[in-house]
């Protein structure tokens, strides 16, 4: 029973992703819990080396979460032959030039979304690596979610029937930073900075339709921005130059509608920050983080219009529970066990830098279908 133990070079880990779901959830974790076990008894053991550019911050880091390496130097720990991963989760402006340092290197890469801030360029990143035959993967954590592991569960067992539409809400109020501090931070209303909530979150929207559903083919979509301005980390009101809301549509295989809407100037009043509502001819579901409800075609009411009396259901109350049946775990970290597995034992992981490239293709074309006022479709990617 070996230890192997795996270096790893994260970057951009005193980030809010970075900190909490990557180090803090995911690798210090693995690393309490005694490592990744595989089947033959051997263990996956990471060691990190985290990097960015002020020496404290990642000293305070490492020592918090009892890790004994970090640099502010990436080329010293790319030259490092110990180090065999490059993760990487800087805003997203700066991944491209970090991912294809890492790559020359000869790393394996393990990134956050959106891979790039183009189609171009994320393209390029997902060549690179396989002309070189490095393992790559790219974050797709709402996957993980058990909310969307009950909804998947649902779509395999044939529950819907034929599935007709999908609506998704996502989003909550971000405060705009005067009379009370913001909750993500300020580069993601500036567009020169990689912001906006299309790029951001129609990279998720991807993988969780095509994974759950099947493949998007086209999308119509408007984008706006809500809050003109909004005050800085520094206390600066700025001009914001992203868009923090987006309506959109988009035609999925199989005939399926899905309407997305995404907002950071919106007021939760639902079960979670973000909703999944699939109808299907033999039931229906709603998904949220965690939980999931469905209702079967024996189990509709039947409502019939009529405002002249007060409403005699409560519909909210209608809806079965799908049990948890499993344990669930973080996602992030999940994620990360798997891929670890897939450096070290060349076990399956399909999400890699080309699927994170179909993410940064859908926000794209959904900038220029609000850009165009009309319906994109979305062309097959290939290397
Ligand atoms: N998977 C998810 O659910 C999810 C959620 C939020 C963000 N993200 C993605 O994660 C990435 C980071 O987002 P975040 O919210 O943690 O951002 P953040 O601003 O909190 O962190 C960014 C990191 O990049 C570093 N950085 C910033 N400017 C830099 C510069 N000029 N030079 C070098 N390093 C610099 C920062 O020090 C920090 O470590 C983004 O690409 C974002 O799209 C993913």
Same mark, same amino acid.
Do not use: K, M, V
């Given at each position: 029973m070996a230890t192997i133990n795996v270096g790893i070079i994260m970057n951009g880990v005193t980030g809010r992703m970075g900190t909490n %779901?990557? #180090? +803090?959830? &995911?690798i210090a974790a693995i690393r309490k819990q005694g490592g990744v076990a595989l089947p033959n008894g051997d263990v996956i053991m990471p060691d990190p080396i985290l990097v960015g550019r002020q020496e404290s911050k990642l000293k305070a880091l490492a020592e918090a979460n009892g890790i004994g390496r970090w640099s502010t130097n990436l080329d010293e720990a790319l030259a490092?032959?110990?180090?065999q991963i490059y993760f990487d989760s800087q805003t997203t402006v700066l991944r491209a030039a970090g991912v294809r340092k890492a790559i020359a290197a000869g790393k394996h890469i393990y990134c956050e979304k959106?891979?790039?801030?183009s189609l171009a360029e994320s393209l390029e990143l997902a060549k690179l690596a396989r002309d070189k035959g490095i393992k790559n993967g790219v974050v797709q954590d709402k996957l993980f979610l058990p909310g969307l592991i009950k909804l998947k569960r649902l779509v395999d067992s044939g529950f819907f029937g034929r599935i007709l539409a999908v609506r998704m809400e996502f989003g909550y109020w971000v405060f705009e930073g005067d009379w009370q501090p913001g %909750?993500? $931070? &300020? @580069? /993601?209303?500036r567009k020169e900075d990689g912001g906006g909530i299309i790029v951001d979150m129609f990279a998720h929207w991807r993988y969780v339709l095509d994974n759950l559903f099947g493949d998007v083919k086209s999308v119509s979509c408007l984008g706006v921005t809500h809050i003109p301005q909004r005050v800085d980390e520094q206390g600066n009101t700025y001009d914001c130059t992203a868009d923090d809301a987006a309506y959109a549509t988009f035609e999925i295989e199989g005939g399926i509608i899905a309407q997305v809407n995404s907002s950071w100037a919106v007021r939760v009043n639902r079960d979670d920050l973000v909703t999944i509502h699939v109808d299907g001819t033999e039931g229906s579901a709603v998904a949220g983080l965690r939980d999931c409800k469905t209702q079967h075609r024996v189990n509709t009411p039947k409502p019939v219009w /009529?405002? *002249? +009396? $007060?409403?005699?259901? /409560?519909? #909210?109350? %209608?809806w079965e529970n799908v049990p948890d049946n499993q344990v669930f775990d973080n996602g992030f970290k999940i994620q990360w066990e798997l891929f670890l597995k897939h450096v070290v034992i *060349?076990?399956?992981? $399909? @999400? *890699?830098l080309l699927e994170g490239a179909k993410g940064t293709q859908l926000s794209e074309l959904g900038l220029q279908s609000w850009k165009e006022r009309r319906w994109v479709d979305v062309p097959e990617l290939t290397l």
């Open positions: %779901q990557h #180090l +803090i959830r &995911s490092d032959a110990h180090n959106p891979t790039a801030g %909750q993500r $931070p &300020s @580069w /993601n209303y /009529n405002p *002249d +009396i $007060p409403n005699p259901f /409560n519909f #909210l109350e %209608q *060349d076990t399956p992981f $399909p @999400w *890699d």
